[in-house]
């Protein structure tokens, strides 16, 4: 018994010294505390909020990745304007009021609509200096010879004629017939008036 008595306070003395050890390497080195685990407040702050307002020189990319990915397809007209006139996005839809008013709040952490609203692009804007810069006259020239636009009787009429023929074909926009992120059929916007196949008039009702 006497030797374990004579153990007991050299094993009370390097326990203790042990847990100043342990406690001592468990302790935040330096004078800086350490930081706490989880989000840091002014960051969770910054995340709540919109990254930045959107304007014209926004990366349309960032959320439209489907659209910005056709510039690159050669067989699709945005491909084609991209590649052999150097457009970007906002060469075409440049209608900064619109666009803003349509981009209020979103900050590209919400969900995307799996299909974009259209966008109006006008004639002006493909009519513009140094792009289509054409008279109605060249227009209707440049595809006279053009046979797309035959109907069930065997009529072909010229598409860029038709445009001021009779009321409701003033209304046909350029992106109609030229879709520029997806393939396009002329013929497909002129059944949305003639569903019977025939372009002349008064024929089906």
Known sequence: MKPIKRLRKPL???AVVAAIIIAAGCSPQGGEPKATEGPNPAEQTAAAEPASD???ATDCA???SAEAATTT????GAGVHATTAGTNCVTCHNDEAALATVHQGADGTGAMPKKLRKTTVEAQTCQAAGCHDLSAEELGALTADIT???DSKGTTVNPHEVMGLTAGHSDIACSDCHGMHRETVAADTCVGCHH?????CNTCH
Not at 73 to 76: D, G, I, N, R
Not at 196 to 200: L, N, S
């Open 196 to 200: 019977a196949g025939v372009y002349e």
């Open 73 to 76: 397809e050669a067989s699709l």
């Open 54 to 56: 959107w304007s014209l």
């Open 62 to 64: 960032t959320c439209h």
């Open 12 to 14: 009370a003395a390097l």
């Open 148 to 150: 797309d636009l035959t």
